[in-house]
T-cell receptor, first 113, second 117 residues
Framework: NAGVTQTPKFQVLKTGQSMTLQCAQD?????MSWYRQDPGMGLRLIHY???????DQGEVPNGYNVSRSTTEDFPLRLLSAAPSQTSVYFC????????????FGPGTRLLVL | AQKITQTQPGMFVQEKEAVTLDCTYD???????LFWYKQPSSGEMIFLIY??????QNATEGRYSLNFQKARKSANLVISASQLGDSAMYFC??????????????FGTGTRLTIIP
């Protein structure tokens, strides 16, 4: 199993550009989520999904879109990048059972100039 | 109110000593799960240990144990016989609700642990 994969590993954008961060998992997990990690603030939830076709907002959803057309994939779209979106982005997935341990991808480091 | 509070931004511990990382949580749900993750300088998130609100025993995983005090709403991570490789950021996190496997995971701000040789 590859687990949770994310691409790209690193990206530089100019203000106003759009891009999609890719996330895929091969563990047949129902639950998938996106976090951003900024210094001193821990991980904050952007969006999450409890299954294909179902998404919901987390703590910091503004400026981001998601969709979940398949169980495996959960892309995160930045609509118009801003310097405030410079961060490290983690995708994670888990079974929707009582333990709900999340498996994390390796992260994408995004720099918006 | 913060859902997860980690009051120690940084800790320095001598190698081979035990260390306790504090975590308190806030929830009105009876059903919830508590998690600890480790993030070394390489950046990946590593799952360490899990405690369910209905678990009667404190969770243990090798050198890691969770000191779960439900009435005080605390879930402290204890690392026995610390090693240099334990130097990392440690995050406490919680999922809450009747079917909390479907609920979002909320993280604390983390504790940076440095092991001194």
């Amino acid at each position: 199993n590859a687990g949770v994969t994310q691409t790209p590993k690193f990206q530089v954008l100019k203000t106003g550009q759009s891009m999609t961060l890719q996330c895929a998992q091969d563990m047949n997990h129902e639950y998938m989520s996106w976090y951003r990690q900024d210094p001193g603030m821990g991980l904050r939830l952007i969006h999450y999904s409890v299954g294909a076709g179902i998404t919901d907002q987390g703590e910091v959803p503004n400026g981001y879109n998601v969709s979940r057309s398949t169980t495996e994939d959960f892309p995160l779209r930045l609509l118009s990048a801003a310097p405030s979106q410079t961060s490290v982005y983690f995708c994670a997935s888990s079974y929707s059972d009582s333990r709900g341990r999340e498996y994390f991808g390796p992260g994408t480091r995004l720099l918006v100039l | 109110a913060q859902k997860i509070t980690q009051t120690q931004p940084g800790m320095f511990v001598q190698e081979k000593e035990a260390v306790t990382l504090d975590c308190t949580y806030d929830t009105s749900d009876q059903s919830y799960g508590l998690f600890w993750y480790k993030q070394p300088s390489s950046g990946e998130m590593i799952f360490l240990i899990y405690q369910g609100s209905y678990d009667e025993q404190n969770a243990t995983e090798g050198r890691y144990s969770l000191n779960f005090q439900k009435a005080r709403k605390s879930a402290n991570l204890v690392i026995s016989a610390s090693q240099l490789g334990d130097s990392a950021m440690y995050f406490c996190a919680m999922r809450e609700g009747p079917n909390f496997g479907n609920e979002k995971l909320t993280f604390g701000t983390g504790t940076r642990l440095t092991i001194i040789p």
